[in-house]
């Protein structure tokens, strides 16, 4: 036990209750008797409560009018020793305080303007003695720096007025009324935690004070992994898909050739996207196998140069050496098209899915990264329309608690027609685009040898955005990448994205 601890009981002791620790113990601070208390209430020895006041100390300007006066009447007695003072002198007179002088002057009805844009004193200040000019300032901040003024009493405007000039600053003051506890004595018995053998043995432990199981701690936090926010948005993601009767498809190949990345995809070879300054292209190995399907390769080359299907191609020299060459995909959608050249082996309604990695040669900023991940459903069946995909995301996005959608009109290189989704977002007070789809065009389709009755649907989002709505993330940089906090990780709860993704 301290010294301060014993001098604590000893006082509660001989008054029986200590109505002001401030008062009772003048040399000491706040914090230092609110650890003696906190270690003597833990045996039992006091019970307190604090009390916390707000306390107002003047500025070295507060100061200043305590002695001269406030800003205003300097500026009366200067108007009255000049007789008029020019409007523009006031400052050069008396400083950066003097604007505040006369505004408050003014509203006093102390001071008046003349024809000639100077001040002068009004006409009832005029046929008074200035001694006589209550200077209310002056005489609140003296109450309140000699401890006169009960600050309860002084109405929050003009504290507030006080505070914004700056003339005053607040602190909290803690005071403890402590009273006696239950086990309340001027000694303290150290509780021992655990019984031992020597104690049975020799019978000690019967005259022993112990310390009680505290039943409702919580034990040590065990040494576990855990999974990052991504995943588990990307695991109820998942659970959606299930629900809904899709098939995951397998994802976990980043590198494509050009061919199921654009060419297959009805993307022309001189698009934009498939610039270097948009696309990641691997330079070991350069190049890759296309395709044993040669009836499959003649339609797309077709497709591209002249155009089949009821389409007019691009009418372009299409190169198989540039189907050839190795990239990081930029879309999960490569993956779908080599999906869908399967079906057409066996042609049947299918429902399939993916979420995976895929990278863009993009600038790194706030809300990009080179690297997210894509979010994306491929429904095909027999003679499905336009009005089918929006039912479809209607209720996909539904199971999200994301309702209210909005369509707008798009281009995709591979779908037509091709819709942005929208939503409401409550937080930002304005549609945002959370997805993007469309039914793939018949010149993919046809060209993998698939019934034109049978039609697919297609959607996708990103995964990283819902990620950062739903757990308040405002920098890409801080879900992924070196930036980001182990604490983050492990603490936030798994998701649900049907409470408040769009909340």
């Known amino acids: 036990m301290s010294d301060f601890q014993l001098e604590i009981l000893q006082k509660l002791n001989d008054l029986g209750?200590?109505?002001?620790?401030?008062?009772?113990?003048?040399?000491?601070?706040?914090?230092?008797?609110?650890?003696?208390?906190?270690?003597?209430q833990a045996h039992g020895k006091v019970e307190f409560k604090n009390i916390d006041t707000l306390h107002y100390d003047l500025s070295k300007e507060g100061f200043e009018i305590v002695e001269k006066g406030s800003h205003e009447i300097l500026l009366v007695k200067l108007i009255a020793d000049l007789g008029k003072l020019q409007i523009k002198e006031v400052g050069t007179k008396l400083g950066s305080n003097g604007k505040v002088g006369q505004a408050r002057a003014f509203k006093n009805g102390w001071i008046k303007k003349n024809d000639s844009n100077e001040l002068e004193l009004s006409d009832k200040v005029k046929a008074m003695d200035l001694n006589q000019l209550?200077?209310?300032?002056?005489?609140?901040?003296?109450?309140?720096?000699?401890?006169?003024?009960?600050?309860?009493?002084?109405?929050?405007?003009?504290?507030?007025?006080?505070?914004?000039?700056?003339?005053?600053?607040?602190?909290?003051?803690?005071?403890?009324?402590?009273?006696?506890?239950?086990?309340?004595?001027?000694?303290?018995?150290?509780a021992e935690t655990d019984i031992t053998s020597d104690m049975v043995q020799n019978g000690t432990y019967k005259d022993m004070t112990f310390k009680d199981y505290n039943f409702n701690s919580q034990g040590?936090?065990?040494?576990?992994?855990?999974?990052?926010?991504?995943?588990?948005?990307?695991?109820?993601?998942?659970?959606?898909?299930?629900?809904?009767?899709?098939?995951?498809?397998?994802?976990?190949?980043?590198v494509e050739t050009g061919f199921w990345n654009f060419d297959a995809l009805y993307v022309p070879q001189q698009h934009p996207a498939r610039d270097l300054q948009d696309t990641f292209y691997l330079k070991d190995p350069l190049v890759a196998d296309l395709p044993e399907d040669k009836t499959y390769m003649e339609n797309i080359k077709a497709v591209h140069e002249n155009g089949k299907y009821d389409s007019i191609g691009y009418r372009y020299d299409w190169h198989e050496k540039e189907s050839q060459k190795l990239v990081l995909r930029t879309h999960t959608?490569?993956?779908?098209?080599?999906?869908?050249?399967?079906?057409?082996?066996?042609?049947?309604?299918?429902?399939?899915f993916s979420i995976d990695r895929v990278f863009r040669n993009e600038a790194v900023d706030a809300t990009h990264l080179a690297e997210f991940h894509q979010v994306e459903g491929v429904l095909a069946d027999y003679n499905i329309t336009l009005g089918d995909l929006i039912q479809f995301m209607e209720e996909f996005f539904k199971k999200m608690g994301v309702t209210g959608l909005r369509f707008k009109p798009t281009y995709n290189p591979y779908t037509e027609p091709s819709m942005e989704i929208y939503s409401w977002h409550?937080?930002?007070?304005?549609?945002?685009?959370?997805?993007?789809?469309?039914?793939?065009?018949?010149?993919?389709?046809?060209?993998?040898?698939?019934?034109?009755?049978?039609?697919?649907?297609g959607w996708g989002l990103s995964l990283e955005r819902p990620t950062m709505i739903k757990y308040k993330v405002q920098n890409i940089r801080e879900l992924l990448g070196h930036k980001v906090s182990l604490d983050f990780i492990e603490n936030n709860p798994a998701a649900r994205l049907d409470e408040d993704l769009y909340d």
Do not use: C
């Open 220 to 254: 040590v936090p065990t040494q576990s992994g855990a999974l990052h926010p991504l995943n588990k948005v990307r695991e109820e993601f998942r659970q959606i898909f299930f629900s809904m009767g899709f098939t995951e498809m397998p994802s976990n190949q980043y």
């Open 333 to 352: 959608t490569a993956i779908s098209v080599a999906m869908l050249h399967e079906l057409a082996k066996d042609p049947k309604p299918t429902r399939l």
């Open 134 to 190: 209550d200077d209310t300032t002056k005489d609140l901040l003296q109450k309140i720096s000699q401890g006169k003024e009960d600050i309860s009493s002084i109405d929050s405007k003009t504290l507030a007025d006080l505070k914004k000039r700056k003339l005053i600053s607040q602190r909290k003051v803690t005071d403890f009324q402590i009273t006696k506890g239950s086990d309340f004595s001027l000694t303290i018995t150290k």
């Open 426 to 457: 409550e937080g930002l007070a304005t549609w945002v685009e959370i997805g993007n789809s469309g039914m793939f065009r018949p010149e993919m389709l046809e060209s993998m040898g698939l019934p034109r009755d049978l039609r697919v649907l």
């Open 17 to 40: 209750e200590i109505q002001s620790s401030l008062k009772t113990f003048p040399s000491k601070s706040s914090q230092e008797v609110l650890s003696a208390l906190n270690s003597l």
